[in-house]
């Protein structure tokens, strides 16, 4: 069974701390959506869905703690809450497509009254978190056909349950191979500077029994031109309409390895992941975190005091080195401008930067 991420539970949000992971097992319970934020921020609680689910649950919890009756001053409140969880982390579209389905929910059902709207809310956040667990299980269906017996995957990051509602959308597809009883390995990169590939895809991975490799990011081309990958998954955190990925950095460089050494290069992702609104991956923005993760990770300083660092959380890879997209709904090819489109049909007019 996969680890359970999030949950709701007596008008609270319970989140597994994926900071303290893998020596502890704790969980966090967040009283007000302030509490939700923070752990958005912090990382407690990340991955693009696992972010979007936190952020709608984090929205109706600030909801239930409104204490106006009328429409005009409950919306204003819920406003000011959305706009603290919308700011937490900015690349995840996920998120930014989690909080708009939610104050969907709230225009449409204005003239119901706030306590309907609030209890909607709650309805609302619980179905974002089945369905996704849902859809992982269709990109898992779709994508276990792209691995062979005997196969040696490696991935990035963690795309995993712990990314997730549940069970994974690159470790879905992975698991999903396994669950077939394929005879796969998995390398898994450390994924500097907050490794949660080390501390987390090895984790969840080990807890099912899926063998598992870990090795630090630099070793991929060494192992490639080896002979010993025979393909890469990862996630996404948003993906443009030509195609291009955003995801954890470090993604790009592997991606032209996988090309420079012909092995084919997935990503996994649900459909929210989709951006419509950015043409290119330039369009993407990418958060820049602390680059004391990168000088002193964990408090514990491996460069001389006041060195300048970076710290870009993800990068972009351009289209033309992803070999296939694994949605809910089909496996998208090349050429992705066309491919992507067919697949999102009607949402592509969805304009998310107009205010609900
Ligand atoms: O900074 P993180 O840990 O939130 O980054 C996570 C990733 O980059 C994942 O690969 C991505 O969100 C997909 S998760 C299914």
Redesign the pocket.
Known sequence: MFPQTIAWKDNKVVILDQRRLPAEEVYLECSDADMVAEAITT?AI????A?GIAAAMGLALGALGIAHKGFPPFYKELNAIYATLKATRPT?VNLHWALERMKGVCVINREKGVETIKELLVNEAHTILKEDIDINKRIGRHGKDLINDGDAILTH???GAL??GGY???LGVIRSAWQEKKNIAVVATETRP?L?GARLTVWELTKEGIPVTLITDSMAGYLMQRGEIDLVI????RIARNGDVA??IGTYTLAVLAKEHKIPFYVA?PLSTFDPTIKTGKGIPIEERNPDEVTAPWGHRIAQEGIGGRNP??DVTPHRYVSAIITEQRVIRPPFEKTIEQVLGSTWQIDRSSPC
């Open positions: 990382m990340r991955g693009a869905p972010i995840a990051c963690n795309a990314a997730t994974g959308t690159a907050l949660q990862v996630g996404a955190d995801n954890k992702a959380a993800f």
